[in-house]
């Protein structure tokens, strides 16, 4: 009985001392600054860091910074500067002249302003951002997402001048009120829009489209009263 009882313990430090060897982060000896990791088919994987182990400090969500450089999963992030930078949340870093996303640059952003809203969204004192990406917005106090601010679904947006594609493509000249994403048949994104004049097929207008009975019934094929549409193209009539 006594080893019956002993199994399950060993099993459980074996276990313990497993978990503790698959470590994923930052390593200091004083000599060398290293960044582990570990898969199931390698194991444990670690590589050591063009960093200073002096002045290294490992940060929260898989940051680091040394005197000169900034490290996001182990990499240098090019753009920053060490001795400045700084961890906003578990997605974003700024350091006095840029702001990143996972290590990432976001493009043209004040890192003074700069204000997160979830993972996708954010923003500054001159504009709105949608992962990464500067939307060029030209009204801020009528911007609205027509969707999710922490929803990748979310492509779309509007302010009483433009609506906007989220990968900073700007249409001109919609109407505010009713400019809305199309209905999707599918699970994926919606690439269509309208409003109760037009119908955009990302920043194309699709000539001739019945904005009041538009859909889109798969990826980039649309379909009204009238016709079917091949991105913004019409493509055959309906039967």
Known sequence: MATIRFIPILAIVLLLMSLSS???????NGKEVTWHTWNESRGQIS??????????????YYYGRDKSHAFFEGNIITEADGSTFRVLDEWYAVDKNHVFLQGKLVERADPS???????????????????????????????????????WRTVWGKDRYNGYYLNGTVIPGIDYDTFHPVEVKTTGLSNYAADKYRVFYIDKEVTGADPA??????????????????????AQNND
């Open 113 to 151: 302003s700069f204000k997160v809203h979830s993972f996708y969204f954010a923003e500054d004192s001159n504009d709105f951002f949608w992962n990464r990406r500067k939307l060029n917005v030209r009204d801020k106090s009528s911007f609205k997402l027509l969707g999710k601010s922490d929803s």
């Open 47 to 60: 590589r050591r860091l063009d960093a200073d182990p002096n002045t290294f400090e490992k940060l929260k």
């Open 213 to 234: 009975t538009f859909e889109e019934i798969d990826f980039a094929i649309g379909r009204d009263k009238n016709r079917i549409y091949n991105k913004a193209t019409p």
């Open 22 to 28: 698959c470590d994923v982060g930052y390593k200091n």
